[in-house]
Structure formats: C-alpha cells, structure tokens
T-cell receptor, first 115, second 117 residues
Framework: AQSVTQLDSHVSVSEGTPVLLRCNYSSSYSPSLFWYVQHPNKGLQLLLKYTSAATLVKGINGFEAEFKKSETSFHLTKPSAHMSDAAEYFCVVIPSSGGYNKLIFGAGTRLAVHP | NAGVTQTPKFQVLKTGQSMTLQCAQDMNHNSMYWYRQDPGMGLRLIYYSASEGTTDKGEVPNGYNVSRLNKREFSLRLESAAPSQTSVYFC????????????????FGAGTRLSVL
C-alpha cells in the first residue's frame, strides 16, 4: 500500500536559519510528489511538484525539494526562513499506477519561525 | 479572483441535525473534490466529481452525500450529523480529470470548520 510519512509533526526554527521538513513515501510505482502549504485559516496552496523530470524541484517562496529514489524521500528545504513561512506543510504522493490517481496526504508538519 | 469559495466558514450542529456545505469555483474546472482534515491524519477524500453530472466515492464516504449541481458547484450534505464528523472540510477543484492528477494542480478553498455536539 502507498503511504506518506512526514517525520516531524512540529519544526521550530529561527528567522534566517535553514528549514528542513522531511518526507518519506512508499509506492510500488514511480510516484508524483507534491508539497502543499496551509497558512492559518486558509486553504492549501501548491508549493512545488515532482513528476519524473529533474530530481531537484524549485517551488515558490524560495522552497525546493529533492527527490531521492534510493531513499524514497522528498524533503523540503529553504536556505533562510522568514516569519511568513510559519504554516503547516503537507507532503502528498500520487502513485502512478494508472486509473484514478488518488492523492495521499501526509499528516502534516507545523513550522514555527521565531524572531 | 475568488478561486474556490466555501460556505459557511464555521458551523456548530447538534447530533442528528442535517446541513449542506456549499462549494463553488470560478475557474471553469471540470473536477471537484471534498476532503476532511483531522488532526494528525492529513486530508482524506470523501467524494469527488470528475465532471459535471458524475460523482464517485473517495476514501471516507460514509455519512455523506454530494451533488454536482452544475460545473461550478459541488455540495456536501450531512443527513444526520454525528460527533465523528467534527472536522475541517475542504473543497478543491482541478482542470483535468482525476486520472491526470500527476500533471494537474488542485486548488483548495479556505475550509469549513464543523463541530457536532
């Protein structure tokens, strides 16, 4: 069965320091992978997506993620955190097994950014 | 640029009451979705509509019904609310059908926070 594991439920960083949000997936097929961000009382917004092109994917607001097949990981990073990055982040996988491609969401990582 | 609009934003129900959550999108998207979000569980798909006139069950459809009223609107109905349905509900839409989600992006509404007492 396909699944997504976000390894940290909460991450706290200081403004200006790097951000690392970890995501591991399990999929029998070559998956498509996404990161979404949810700011308080807002809907989810797509940050970036991997669909079997370049393994290093750049997204909005300075975020990027690297697909590592050998490690089944798709960690989200940002070199320097900003206060406005405080939000909840979801790793999402679509196992490409044909037919209806169901989105499988991780449980989310809440990022706190301190001055 | 409204995108996906959900109403109401908040709702409190008593057990056994019924209500309908409304969702409308102005992007001329073909596909629409209803999710629920519970702490520590990410989002789970309740129902989806690949195109106007069609609906299909998702991962957790029990206790819910949906109506794809037209291309713009997709409503979710709780016929007899239960405390287990206390959750945040999100509507989403996408241009392409679900089978092409890998190349597609889902756009989400701001959510409806529902409490069932």
């Amino acid at each position: 069965a396909q699944s997504v594991t976000q390894l940290d439920s909460h991450v706290s960083v200081s403004e200006g320091t790097p951000v690392l949000l970890r995501c591991n997936y399990s999929s029998s097929y070559s998956p498509s992978l996404f990161w979404y961000v949810q700011h308080p009382n807002k809907g989810l917004q797509l940050l970036l997506k991997y669909t079997s092109a370049a393994t290093l994917v750049k997204g909005i607001n300075g975020f990027e993620a690297e697909f590592k097949k050998s490690e089944t990981s798709f960690h989200l990073t940002k070199p320097s955190a900003h206060m406005s990055d405080a939000a909840e982040y979801f790793c999402v996988v679509i196992p490409s097994s044909g037919g209806y491609n169901k989105l499988i969401f991780g449980a989310g990582t809440r990022l706190a950014v301190h001055p | 640029n409204a995108g996906v609009t959900q109403t109401p934003k908040f709702q409190v129900l008593k057990t056994g009451q019924s209500m309908t959550l409304q969702c409308a999108q102005d992007m001329n998207h073909n596909s629409m979705y209803w999710y629920r979000q519970d702490p520590g569980m990410g989002l789970r798909l309740i129902y989806y509509s690949a195109s106007e006139g069609t609906t299909d069950k998702g991962e957790v459809p029990n206790g819910y019904n949906v109506s794809r009223l037209n291309k713009r609107e997709f409503s979710l109905r709780l016929e007899s609310a239960a405390p287990s349905q206390t959750s945040v509900y999100f509507c989403a839409s996408s241009e392409l059908p679900p089978g092409q989600l890998a190349k597609n992006i889902q756009y989400f509404g701001a959510g409806t926070r529902l409490s069932v007492l």
